[in-house]
């Protein structure tokens, strides 16, 4: 069952005086335009659902899903400075979001997941969005530690000549880690009125 949430989207009377036009933040990408993320955010009659995990853990028979269970989720209209934003940094979202000019997530909408991942977004207008959410999980990986051990190894030649070659000697354990998976889609409404049903997805 999911929720019914309202969109939130973060526009406040302050838009009213602030430049329409902001300057980018990382270099060779078109300046953050406000009023056009503003209007791409007007209200519609469309809306977007889905189910958003990461892999939290891989093995040669299955596979554990973590979901996005009361995370937010939060949905930027694809203005031309976040196309060309993504277009650099799909590949490698966390360094991208350090070259992301703050105010995009001052024009965007966010509803807050349901206790198994699920969510949905109202009152869209046709068009392109980028998705986003940060998903944090715990898994167990094996970590190599030095013992402050060594050992040796001698070669002999035919000459009867050695050769002693030392290193040292690691064992392995296993230990958990908490880790942040980053779920990014790219979502495009084609029609007023429709539901877009992403489904289980990740990247």
């Not at 999911?2 to 329409?20: Q, Y």
């Not at 009023?35 to 958003?52: D, I, K, N, Y």
């Not at 949905?75 to 934003?85: K, N």
Request: proline share 4%; glycine share 6%.
């Amino acid at each position: 069952m999911v929720k019914r949430v309202l969109i939130m989207m973060s526009l406040t009377s302050s838009i009213l005086f602030a430049p329409l036009t902001l300057p980018a933040y990382a270099s060779n990408l078109p300046a953050f335009d406000a009023q056009q993320a503003t209007e791409m955010l007007t209200s519609g009659g469309a809306s977007v659902r889905g189910r958003a995990y990461v892999i939290s853990k891989r093995g040669l028979l299955n596979q554990e899903k973590t979901y996005a269970k009361s995370r937010i989720i939060s949905l930027f209209p694809m203005t031309p400075y976040l196309q060309a934003w993504y277009d650099r940094y799909k590949n490698d979202i966390f360094a991208g979001r350090f070259e992301l000019n703050p105010a995009t997530s001052t024009y965007s909408a966010r509803v807050l997941a349901d206790d198994e991942g699920r969510f949905q977004f109202r009152g869209l207008k046709p068009g392109r969005y980028l998705l986003f959410t940060e998903i944090p999980f715990t898994t167990t990986v094996r970590i190599r530690q030095d013992t402050g051990r060594t050992r040796s190894t001698v070669q002999v030649f035919s000459d009867w000549s050695a050769e002693v070659t030392t290193e040292p000697i690691y064992r392995s354990r296993k230990v958990k880690r908490d880790f942040t998976g980053m779920v990014h889609r790219i979502v495009e409404i084609k029609q007023d009125g429709t539901t877009v049903d992403l489904g289980e997805f990740d990247n």
